[in-house]
């Protein structure tokens, strides 16, 4: 079976994890050298852990912030950015909550696990974005810690996030997973609704992993090597 290609497909979809951020020097969460592993998330990513601690758990993501406020967007975040500008129906869907998908021009993308570059505040309800290194001031006008605007560990999705993916992945004609593990749900099963509904499924990542079975076409390299032979 040859290798697909995007001029061949009218509503392409790529649903994006860690792995895609890993060339641009972000770690993954998992596998050698990934945050979980050096990071226990009952204590630095859930709400638990942020009404418990909160100077804790924002000096954890003001860690990430520096991180990956000194990254750039890599080759993969590009091609898809100038896939998703070239043609109309194409839709960003990512695990990711890095910012590089825009930073790299993608002009709409479904954020399913929120962001690093926003705060909230529940009480007051408000929702707003802060690119602050470190996030300054931490408390809300109301005396709250301003909470990051992630989706962690026990919290449910944002349920327009969620309409909005399962509708794209609906009508996709292709469906590119890139470098996410399959294992973090409701995220993982996402891809399913584009195979039940007829698309081409591409699993791009360097190893085989616990949804591998579902693809029609596994892809083993980096990300940007072989979303650039897919864009050729
Ligand atoms: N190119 C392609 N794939 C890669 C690359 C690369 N350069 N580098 C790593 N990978 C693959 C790994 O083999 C692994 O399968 O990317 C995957 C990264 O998996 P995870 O670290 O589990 O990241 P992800 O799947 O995005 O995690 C999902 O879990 O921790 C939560 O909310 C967090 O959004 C995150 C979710």
Redesign the pocket.
């Known amino acids: 079976m040859s290798t697909p290609r995007f001029a061949d497909f009218q509503r392409i979809l790529f649903f994006t ?4 951020s ?2 641009s020097g972000i770690p ?4 050698s050298g ?1 945050i ?1 592993a050096e990071y226990d998330y009952e204590d630095y990513a859930c709400q638990r852990a942020f009404v418990r601690d909160p100077e804790k758990v924002w000096d954890f993501h003001d860690k990430r912030r520096a991180a990956v406020g000194a990254c750039e967007p890599n080759d993969g975040h590009r091609i898809i950015a100038e896939v998703q500008r070239e043609r109309a129906g194409t839709s960003v869907v990512t ?2 909550i890095d910012g590089l998908h825009a930073r790299a021009g993608a002009p709409d993308v479904v954020e399913l ?1 929120g962001s690093l570059w926003r705060v909230r505040c529940d009480a007051e309800n408000i929702v707003r974005a802060d690119t602050t290194v470190p996030m300054s001031p931490r408390r809300c006008s109301c005396g709250r810690h301003w909470r990051p605007d992630i ?1 962690w560990f026990e919290d449910s999705l944002d349920h327009r996030n969620l309409r909005r993916a399962r509708e794209a992945l609906e009508q996709c004609d292709l469906l590119v997973s ?7 749900y409701p ?1 993982a099963d996402l891809p399913r609704i584009a195979m039940q509904g007829g698309a081409v499924s591409v699993e ?4 085989e ?1 616990p949804v591998s079975a579902l693809y029609q076409h596994r892809l083993r390299g ?2 940007s090597e072989i979303l650039a032979s897919m864009h050729a």
């Open positions: 994890g860690a792995g895609l890993a060339e993954t969460y998992r596998g990934g979980w695990q990711n696990h989706v890139v470098g996410t593990s399959g294992v973090v995220a791009i990542n360097l190893e992993t980096t990300s």
